[in-house]
């Protein structure tokens, strides 16, 4: 005994004729109205509705013409619609009885040297284990579920049972890809329509992280390797090897050095000496401290070189290999020098952390030229502590986290065993790529309106009570309690009474604040940007009569 054959794909009112005889992909239909599941529903019941939810296919592009999904955020709804048919003599709709369960998968489009592929997002054991290969779900017509796909024909309970056994030591044998429910449409609808239709919503979003950490090659990518153009440019002069003067040679580091180098003005920094200011206020002093301290940045910042991960220790093993010369005194037997990793994670603690506990210490007086063994040596070694430091700061890999991931949708049907034959996983063919809209990207939707109070009416606003609090720690309330002017000049004082505060005010009023900031930073940007024309629009409409 076999099933007849079975096929789903679009509605056949959705396609070209031309597309009936081949395997076709689900409809994604782009609603933007609140009850578009209702909408879709009564579409479906006649050859007119259908008809009109072909001009509602989804058919906004980006600029390389590939299809654009869009999240609920942006107020667009993505349903995917689905009709399942006998391929048999006059096409009849399938019984729906028939269905054990259906659903749609969204995978995505990778491409390595063996050319492009497809991954699901599955789960192990109810544990996320992120996206991987389809062909370790079996291939592209097996059950996305491992249940579905051990459930074998029976032979007997003793072999079925070993079967199962011997398949659950195979970790991918046990691996569940990521299902969005279809939905077998009302029976009234269906008969309507003499058609069996089935529904979904198209998942865009997605708050899902998986268990383990994100691959470094997925965050760097392919082009930002240690040998690359861009990795190399991208380091300061020392960094690559290159030979670097240090400004103040021989002298203690001082905290006060970041003040004169990074916020210049026309006052000397309190606790700086004269002889310091005066070689930082001039261009080439002040060039080659701004230099040393971009070379600390990268270190910490970046690579994180002064933690403690091994990409750290041996990112510091690397630096320490490399000797600056310290300032050469008479008294001196030898010439002196310092471990560079030493001496740059004791001036981050100086000059980044402004740590008043760290030992203060001796500026060298220059970086020297790396041979190129040790310039490859210390590129690979930041390299690596940069996809640590990428892969500590993204964590685990989220679902659609990737801004230029392309994705393809697919459908499918699960049969009930019938006369014999075992359940199967019927398939739609894949959909064409399509990327999904980043979050702020505007979709054509109406704006969402609010009202904001006349705060120049005295009445009204005796109205607005305060509803939201804030408990504001001593040390903050008084610095804001101080004096605006020492504040704005970094003079401000976290000092005083030792009582906390709790702070009470009015939303809408906290949101024409925000509003009129808002407004005052647009306008200053603009000189920059030159975008106001393109992110604000003000249409007046005149005030209605009370009466």
């Known amino acids: 005994m076999r099933h007849h054959p079975v096929r789903i794909g679009a509605p056949r009112d959705l396609v070209p004729p031309a597309a009936h005889e081949a395997d076709s992909a689900p409809a994604v239909l782009q609603r933007n109205d609140d009850r578009f599941i209702e909408a879709t529903l009564e579409d479906l019941r006649t050859a007119d509705g259908r008809t009109a939810l072909a001009a509602l296919r989804a058919s906004r592009r980006n600029a390389s013409q590939v299809l654009k999904l869009f999240q609920p955020v942006q107020r667009q709804f993505h349903v995917a619609v689905v009709e399942a048919w006998c391929d048999t003599a006059g096409t009849p709709r399938l019984d729906a009885a028939k269905v054990d369960s259906a659903g749609l998968v969204v995978r995505r489009v990778r491409r390595d040297a063996g050319g492009p592929f497809v991954e699901g997002w599955v789960r192990r054991g109810g544990r996320l284990r992120g996206w991987a290969r389809v062909q370790r779900l079996g291939g592209d017509q097996a059950a996305p579920l491992a249940r579905q796909r051990r459930a074998l024909r029976p032979v007997s309970p003793s072999i079925d049972r ?28 269906c008969a309507a329509a003499r058609r069996t239709f089935l529904y979904g919503i198209v998942p865009t979003t997605s708050a899902e992280i998986a268990d383990v950490p ?15 153009t861009a990795f190399r440019d991208h380091l300061v002069e020392a960094l690559r090897g290159h030979a670097t003067s240090f400004v103040l040679g021989g002298e203690l580091v001082q905290p006060e050095w970041f003040e004169a180098a990074e916020m210049p003005g026309p006052d000397q920094p309190a606790g700086l000496s004269t002889a310091h ?11 080659a401290m701004r230099r040393f301290i971009l070379l600390l940045r990268q270190l910490a910042s970046e690579f994180d070189a002064f933690g403690g991960s091994q990409e750290a220790q041996a990112l510091i093993a690397e630096l ?46 220059s970086w020297p030229a790396l041979e190129p063994a040790a310039q490859t040596r210390l ?33 499918f049907v699960r049969l009930k065993p019938e006369h014999g034959c075992p359940a199967r996983t019927v398939w739609s063919a894949y959909s064409e790529p399509f990327v999904i809209a980043p979050w702020w990207e505007g979709a054509g939707a109406a704006p969402v309106q609010v009202s904001l109070p006349d705060v120049t009416d005295r009445n009204l606003l005796r109205t607005l009570k305060p509803n939201v609090a804030f ?77």
């Open 162 to 189: 070993e079967l199962d056994r011997l398949a659950l030591e195979r970790e991918d044998a046990v691996l569940d890809e990521h299902v969005a429910p279809l939905f077998v449409a009302p029976p009234d609808v």
């Open 214 to 228: 994100v691959a470094a090659t997925d965050v760097l990518g392919d082009g930002f390797g240690p040998e690359s």
């Open 277 to 287: 200011w005066s070689v930082l206020q001039s261009a080439s002093g002040a060039a």
């Open 320 to 365: 320490n290999a490399v000797r600056l010369p310290l300032l050469s005194r008479a008294f001196d037997p030898v010439a002196r020098t310092v471990a560079a990793g030493t001496f740059l994670a004791q001036a981050s603690r100086v000059l980044l952390e402004r740590d008043p506990a760290a030992p203060r210490p001796e500026m060298p007086v």
């Open 379 to 411: 590129r690979h070694a930041l390299s690596r502590a940069l996809g640590r430091r990428f892969a500590d700061v993204k964590g685990q890999p989220g679902r659609f986290d990737d801004p230029e991931a392309h994705y393809v949708l697919r459908a």
């Open 471 to 547: 408990v504001v720690p001593p040390a903050l309330q008084n610095l804001l309690a101080g004096n605006p002017k020492d504040m704005l000049e970094g003079k401000g004082s976290t000092s005083g009474l030792t009582v906390g505060w709790i702070c009470s005010f009015s939303i809408p009023i906290i949101t024409i604040c925000a509003f009129i900031v808002l407004n005052i930073f647009l306008s200053l940007f603009d000189l920059i940007f030159r975008w106001m024309f393109f992110i604000k629009i003000c249409i007046p409409f005149p005030k209605r009569s009370e009466s």
